[in-house]
């Protein structure tokens, strides 16, 4: 394995009662990389994050963390690791700092002063103390992101960690991790909240049925900018323009609005088809570019 | 290790339902003391008396040792559990420590309360008949071992079962059948019975001139059987808990 990668699955298979849930699965994640696990329900997205946590036993394959296998050394490799499975389910009877005491004390060394730490860094100081049974869904989704924190690990592993987070927790989120990430920490994430996983991650695995079928790069530019963007161009004469960019162009893929055209482009092009309206004098009041999203992406993988 | 235990007591203690139990138990005890107060009691005989509630005990035990993994799954706790750098084989059994413990603290409690609450109301005087703190501590004996086997093969339904309110009822009901099966069987003096479990856990059997269930059946005998249940019931708990996918 690479010295960069924290996580490491390989061909992993799982079948229960003879049903291949998952099926020969590889993919790594890489130090401080945010990685995303994109797939419609069902897909295998939890069952391959209980199999990387030990929640699940493998049926083949391998998962190797921080050089460690998990079948050969369950406990040193779980060291590195932190996560929320689902639902972040809490003792409800204890209040959030017992909750967080009792998973400090199942592993060593961590401080009174770390779980203040954590406690303060999701913002729960004030409710800490309080019944579990007591808090919003929200505020049990931080309190999850505290106790995987705990223990400062390498790897974190959130399954649908946006679930029952508003807007602005999701974006608190959001810029958290990154923050992890600049520090080193690698995450996976599950989610089917596809403009999310846009916003969040640098890689994306999309799986379906059991398999991945693409893995697509979010931070590598010049994959974006090979793209073919929705333009649309908001002008004062739509037909004149529309039939003049049409014959210096030849796009095939144009449409007529009442108050403009659209068509596909590339990122470069735009500058080009904005020129020669500008050259026959027609007034432009806005061009509109809409990227085609990942869940357009997505959509058209697995549809 | 230790650390773990401790997490279990901190999840069975912070309960409102483990207090109202000691509750009760301690509320019983004085209930008792109430209806004997115009008997010539000792508080030695009322010690005496207090020490059958260990059936309570044996209730309390069931309750406790039948939910302690499984309400782990029935809430979804186990996921936050089984996550952490600790084999699940310490993990089952610190559960099955701080059962163990909550049984002793309830069977100290017991004895305590009776001397008090005798003392109380019968007052420090011996009495004429001949029972003595030995035979008292004993009884605490005997049910002792009762206890530890009902707890144990609760514990085993905990570690086989996703539903705490399935694990609980089941071991109530093999619990409360046990007795009228070994009745049964010892009325039609079936050989095998005494290869029962409930055949061989109570061991007053072989003390005070009492008659064993079956016949044939020795000391050694029962402890041998003993032994081998509570080595199969752990067996079964821990092969169950440490193979099991955890798909709550």
């Not at chain 2, 409102?16 to 138990?25: A, F, S």
Request: aromatic share 12%.
């Amino acid at each position: 394995m690479t010295q960069s990668s924290v996580l490491e699955v390989k061909n992993v298979t799982k079948k229960i009662n003879n049903k291949t849930i998952i099926d020969q699965i590889s993919f790594s994640v890489n130090r401080g990389e945010i990685y995303g696990f994109l797939g419609p329900n069902g897909a295998g997205k939890t069952t391959t994050i209980r199999m990387i946590v030990g929640l699940m036993s493998l049926g083949e394959g391998d998962i190797i963390i921080n050089g460690t296998s998990i079948s050969k050394n369950f406990e040193k490799a779980m060291h590195s690791v932190g996560a929320i499975v689902e639902n972040p389910e809490m003792y409800k009877f204890l209040s959030g700092y017992q909750n967080l005491v009792h998973y400090a004390r199942m592993i060593p060394g961590i401080s009174k002063a770390r779980i203040l730490e954590v406690t303060k860094l999701i913002g729960l100081e004030d409710r800490i103390h309080d019944k579990v049974k007591r808090y919003s869904l929200g505020m049990r989704q931080r309190l999850g992101i505290a106790q995987a924190l705990l223990h400062k690990p390498s790897l974190l592993i959130l399954d649908e960690p946006t679930n029952g987070l508003d807007p602005a927790g999701i974006r608190e989120l959001r810029d958290y991790l990154r923050q992890l990430a600049n520090e080193g920490i690698s995450t996976l994430v599950s989610s089917h909240l596809l403009s999310e996983m846009e916003l969040m991650c640098d890689r994306v695995a999309i799986i379906k049925e059991g398999k991945i079928i693409d893995v697509k790069s979010l931070k590598d530019s010049s994959e974006h900018r090979e793209l073919q963007n929705k333009v649309i161009f908001e002008v004062n004469q739509p037909k004149k323009g529309f039939d003049i960019i049409k014959e210096k162009f030849e796009y095939k893929e144009m449409k007529l609005l009442e108050n403009g055209f659209v068509l596909l482009l590339k990122r470069e092009e735009i500058p080009k088809v904005n020129q020669s309206l500008v050259k026959e004098e027609i007034l432009i009041y806005s061009i509109n570019s809409t990227s085609k999203s990942l869940e357009d992406q997505f959509l058209e993988l697995t549809n | 290790m230790l650390n773990l235990v401790q997490n279990e007591n901190m999840k069975l203690y912070l309960r409102i339902r483990t207090w109202i139990m000691v509750g009760l138990l301690v509320l019983i005890q004085i209930i008792f003391a109430f209806f004997l107060e115009n008997t010539v009691f000792s508080w030695l005989a009322f010690a005496d008396v207090s020490s059958y509630l260990t059936s309570i005990i044996a209730i309390y035990a069931i309750v406790t040792a039948s939910s302690i993994v499984a309400s782990e799954f029935s809430s979804g706790t186990i996921k936050m559990l089984l996550i952490r750098p600790v084999s699940r084989t310490k993990i089952l059994m610190s559960k099955y420590i701080s059962v163990l413990l909550y049984i002793s603290f309830l069977l100290i409690l017991n004895l305590l309360t009776s001397f008090i609450i005798g003392f109380i109301f019968f007052g420090s005087a011996s009495a004429s008949n001949d029972i003595t703190l030995g035979t008292v501590l004993q009884n605490y004996g005997f049910t002792s071992i009762e206890l530890l086997m009902t707890a144990t093969f609760a514990f085993m339904i905990s570690s086989l079962f996703r539903s705490s309110v399935l694990s609980i009822i089941l071991s109530f009901i093999i619990h409360f059948f046990s007795s009228t099966v070994v009745l049964v069987l010892s009325q039609f003096n079936y050989t095998y019975g005494k290869f029962f479990l409930y055949s061989n856990t109570d061991l007053r059997q072989y003390f005070y001139g009492n008659q064993t269930n079956f016949e044939g059946m020795t000391l050694t005998f029962s402890i041998f059987i003993l032994i081998v249940y509570f080595v199969l019931f752990h067996f079964v708990s821990l092969y169950a808990f440490k193979k099991r996918d955890v798909v709550v």
